[in-house]
């Protein structure tokens, strides 16, 4: 059965980018079903092929983020299909036409940038040593000794390292918050992904305004040369700055 | 990306990526952005399967013994100090493998070092021949 997938909703008169591929083998070729001020961003896809492979996920955002680098765009989370065009244009558009509408209006000229930071390890580690001085004795304590013996302690030794870089993720995370507060509308901090992470804060900014953001960023990076690298994704889709409100 | 955004020029210390890797997707499309109420959506083939949590759990026993490791291997002034055939040990080991073998194997030798009796010695001996 054929039926429709959405990537997102933008508004009517925004061109579809032209080197954006959507889902499925091969990959779909990307339009629009338009409503009123409002259209979504779909292509054709087939029920029992199957979806979810790493390919299909890549084009989804990089469909989105196309759109993003030049217009306001209100992503949807990925695996949205409906049965048809009709469907797209009377349940998804017609039925909330006002409020995507409204939210299209307030993002327009913004995006999202998604800044990453990542220690070290062996940087962050040392710090870490040098600024416990019981956790750098247990470790001596540990060396040299055999795995089955140190087992406990070696658990301890390392909770009390997560601790202390937790404490470290904490403040170095607000302290890129602070950073990019200026240049943002909104900023919200993402939850660790791994245990390195440093800070991972999402920005929703005026397009514009990515030169002086990148700036301030590239300073922090420069003082944190060695112990922190900082990456900055984007124009992004405002993944972080939409939701469903139940 | 078809964006008028340059990437960083000078500096080059911050890193701008201009696509998206999968981990980076995962972490994005899965559980942000906007959802169709469930009624109103068809259900594809395969999106049933991606249940996958991208998060990584941070703060668990694998963590803490990797840290351990970690700190384990690193080197810091005092270990210069007390222990430095094992500093030498891991300067080599540690920049060729990241294998246990090679902890393990300076463990063995910081045993002898610190063990004392005869037998300790002459193992001594024999390493710095």
Known sequence: MAAV??????????????????????PAEVTTVRSGDIAALVSPIETAASLGRPEDMLAHQRVLDAVAAADPVLPLTFGAALTDADAVGRELLDAHHDEFAA??????????????????????????????????ELRDAIAGRSEELTHQDRIRLGEGVNTAVAAKREADTR???????????????????????????????????????????????????????????????????????? | MTTAVQPQGGGGMLDRPSSSS?????????????????????????????????????????????FAEAVGRLNLEQDKETLPELVDD????????KTKGVIDAAGEKVRDT?????????????KED
Request: glycine content about 8%; hydrophobic content about 45%; proline content about 5%.
């Open chain 2, 90 to 97: 891991l300067n080599e080991g540690g920049a060729k493998s």
């Open chain 2, 114 to 126: 610190l063990g004392g009796g005869d037998r300790q010695r002459s193992r001594r001996g024999r």
């Open chain 1, 103 to 136: 939210a299209l209006a307030e993002l327009r000229g913004r995006a999202e940038y998604l800044v990453t930071a990542r220690y070290v390890r062996d940087a962050v580690l040392g710090e870490v040593l040098r600024e416990h001085p019981e956790l750098a």
């Open chain 1, 5 to 26: 997938y959405v990537y997102g909703i933008v508004p009517a008169d925004t061109p579809v980018p032209g080197d954006a591929t959507g889902v499925g083998d091969p």
């Open chain 1, 175 to 246: 302290a890129v918050a602070d950073l990019v507060t200026p240049h943002a509308v909104q900023a919200v901090v993402r939850e660790p992904a791994h245990e390195l992470d440093a800070a991972r804060v999402a920005v929703l900014t005026d397009l514009d305004a990515e030169d002086d953001l990148t700036g301030s960023l590239a300073e922090l990076a420069e003082d944190w040369r060695g112990r922190v690298e900082i990456r900055v994704r984007g124009p992004l889709a405002p993944y972080d700055f939409v939701a469903t409100v139940r």
């Open chain 2, 22 to 66: 999968l981990a980076d997707v995962l972490d994005t499309i899965l559980d942000k952005g906007l959802v169709i109420d469930a009624y109103v959506r068809v259900s594809l083939v395969g999106i049933e399967l991606l249940t996958i949590d991208a998060r990584v759990v941070v703060a668990s026993v694998d963590t803490y013994l990797r």
